[in-house]
């Protein structure tokens, strides 16, 4: 798992380094805690909605959904059918949440020698 948290991690730190390019034109402190701050923030939104999901939350809203669709278009039940959310979204949250935990561990350092 460590080595998911630091791949995820170093693919967000390019990430930053390839936005600041992109935007600001420059590489500053200021423009990499604002970028960093951005991105972690992203993705570990992304991962609360993965864990949210797994955790079954919206289990009875999908099979609601996937049953007046079954219906309105008037399609046979298959073997799939009565999969929950939870069981379909098998990734792994952790990994995301940890990563993003540390780029904005760094984004907060970043911010802690900028305003020294």
């Given at each position: 798992m460590l080595k998911r948290v630091i791949i995820f991690a170093v693919i967000q730190e390019i990430l930053i380094f390839f936005l600041m390019l992109s935007f600001y034109w420059n590489i500053s402190l200021l423009y990499y805690i604002n970028v960093?701050?951005?991105?972690?923030a992203i993705v570990f939104v992304v991962g609360l909605i993965l864990y949210v999901m797994q955790s079954g939350f919206f289990d009875l809203i999908h099979t609601g959904m996937r049953k007046i669709t079954r219906r309105m278009r008037r399609e046979e039940e298959s073997e799939f059918a009565d999969v929950p959310l939870s069981e379909l979204m098998?990734?792994?949250?952790?990994?995301?949440?940890?990563?993003?935990?540390?780029?904005?561990?760094?984004?907060f350092i970043a911010l802690a020698v900028y305003y020294s």
């Open positions: 960093s701050f951005i991105v972690a098998n990734v792994g949250y952790v990994s995301l949440l940890l990563s993003s935990l540390t780029v904005l561990a760094t984004s």
